[in-house]
């Protein structure tokens, strides 16, 4: 019912019922791309002020969920561009982060050297545990490397439009995406294939 | 090479040509290294899975339980309303 409301009714709704209505759904995909929860509900609070505002652009031509779903997508990228900027203007990203358990010795070499995986690609696709796994792994890692990795992997994303996006040069985005690569892989190690 | 720099290479090759030279020496590493060999095929799968998250993991979220906490509900309620008024 809420997600075939017509332009009308959602023009002459109390803006309040919006919230029950799809406060939670915004919250859930908020938090399939960020584990910090507080800033999650941010963003799902931004939204709906933004909605408010510009109520009278929602044109009845999708779904209201899918449009709300669009203004806060735009507030997460948002998000991730300026947490990107201050992380790389903080932080010489060539030296790599300061890390709580470095992954390699000082001589270059495995800590932990990693496991043989068994794995059936086909069978973990269908998996959902699996990407429950996942997601909980991409939540854990630093956001703005979990962006860059969303963007590449999951959007094909060229690098060039990486940098673009972000405002970053291309060395940042290979970096970043080799951090995150690395970071992916020891916690499904961990996680999934142990 | 150490496996450090290896694993980099093995990385960075997925964005851009590595040169001769580079090939060359990440051929030998991973020819002699276990583990990179190991982490070589995981990136492959990896990035293979990878491709298939999206509609994935947003449909394992929205499955999931998460509801917006009962003050934060009640905060944007008061925000919208008064907006309401404002207008």
Same mark, same amino acid.
């Given at each position: 019912?809420?997600?075939?409301?017509?332009?009308?009714?959602?023009?002459?709704?109390?803006?309040?019922?919006?919230?029950?209505?799809?406060?939670?759904?915004?919250?859930?995909?908020?938090?399939?791309?960020?584990?910090?929860?507080?800033?999650?509900?941010?963003?799902?609070?931004?939204?709906?002020?933004?909605?408010?505002?510009?109520?009278?652009?929602?044109?009845?031509?999708?779904?209201?969920?899918?449009?709300?779903?669009?203004?806060?997508?735009?507030?997460?990228?948002?998000? @991730?561009?300026?947490?990107?900027?201050?992380?790389?203007? =903080? #932080?010489? %990203?060539?030296?790599?982060?300061?890390? !709580?358990?470095? $992954?390699?010795?000082?001589?270059?070499?495995?800590?932990?050297?990693?496991?043989?995986?068994?794995?059936?690609?086909?069978?973990?696709?269908?998996?959902?545990?699996?990407?429950?796994?996942?997601?909980?792994?991409?939540?854990?890692?630093?956001?703005?490397?979990?962006?860059?990795?969303?963007?590449?992997? @999951?959007?094909?994303?060229?690098?060039?439009?990486?940098? =673009? #996006?972000? %405002?970053?040069?291309?060395?940042?985005? !290979?970096?970043? $995406?080799?951090?995150?690569?690395?970071?992916?892989?020891?916690?499904?190690?961990?996680?999934?294939?142990? | 090479?150490?496996?450090?720099?290896?694993?980099?290479?093995?990385?960075?090759?997925?964005?851009?040509?590595?040169?001769?030279?580079?090939?060359?020496?990440?051929?030998?590493?991973?020819?002699?290294?276990?583990?990179?060999?190991?982490?070589?095929?995981?990136?492959?799968?990896?990035?293979?899975?990878?491709?298939?998250?999206?509609?994935?993991?947003?449909?394992?979220?929205?499955?999931?339980?998460?509801?917006?906490?009962?003050?934060?509900?009640?905060?944007?309620?008061?925000?919208?309303?008064?907006?309401?008024?404002?207008?």
């Amino acid at each position: 019912m809420a997600s075939t409301q017509t332009k009308e009714q959602i023009q002459s709704q109390d803006p309040a019922e919006w919230v029950d209505l799809y406060g939670d759904m915004l919250l859930r995909y908020a938090l399939s791309r960020m584990r910090d929860r507080d800033l999650a509900e941010d963003l799902v609070q931004e939204t709906f002020l933004v909605a408010w505002k510009n109520r009278k652009e929602f044109a009845g031509r999708s779904r209201f969920s899918t449009w709300l779903v669009a203004i806060l997508r735009n507030k997460v990228a948002d998000h @991730f561009r300026r947490e990107g900027r201050r992380k790389s203007s =903080s #932080l010489d %990203e060539s030296e790599g982060e300061p890390e !709580s358990e470095p $992954l390699f010795s000082k001589w270059g070499k495995w800590k932990r050297s990693p496991k043989s995986w068994s794995a059936s690609p086909a069978e973990l696709v269908e998996n959902r545990e699996f990407w429950v796994v996942v997601a909980g792994c991409l939540g854990d890692m630093p956001a703005h490397l979990a962006y860059v990795l969303r963007l590449r992997e @999951f959007k094909s994303a060229k690098t060039k439009d990486i940098c =673009s #996006l972000l %405002e970053i040069s291309s060395s940042n985005v !290979s970096v970043r $995406l080799h951090r995150a690569r690395l970071l992916l892989r020891r916690c499904l190690e961990e996680k999934w294939f142990s | 090479m150490k496996c450090s720099h290896a694993t980099k290479l093995l990385s960075e090759a997925e964005e851009r040509q590595l040169t001769g030279r580079e090939r060359l020496r990440l051929r030998f590493h991973v020819f002699v290294c276990t583990a990179c060999r190991r982490f070589k095929k995981q990136l492959g799968l990896l990035r293979l899975l990878l491709t298939e998250a999206s509609p994935k993991i947003l449909a394992a979220v929205y499955a999931s339980d998460a509801t917006l906490s009962a003050s934060r509900r009640q905060e944007i309620k008061a925000l919208l309303r008064r907006a309401a008024e404002e207008s």
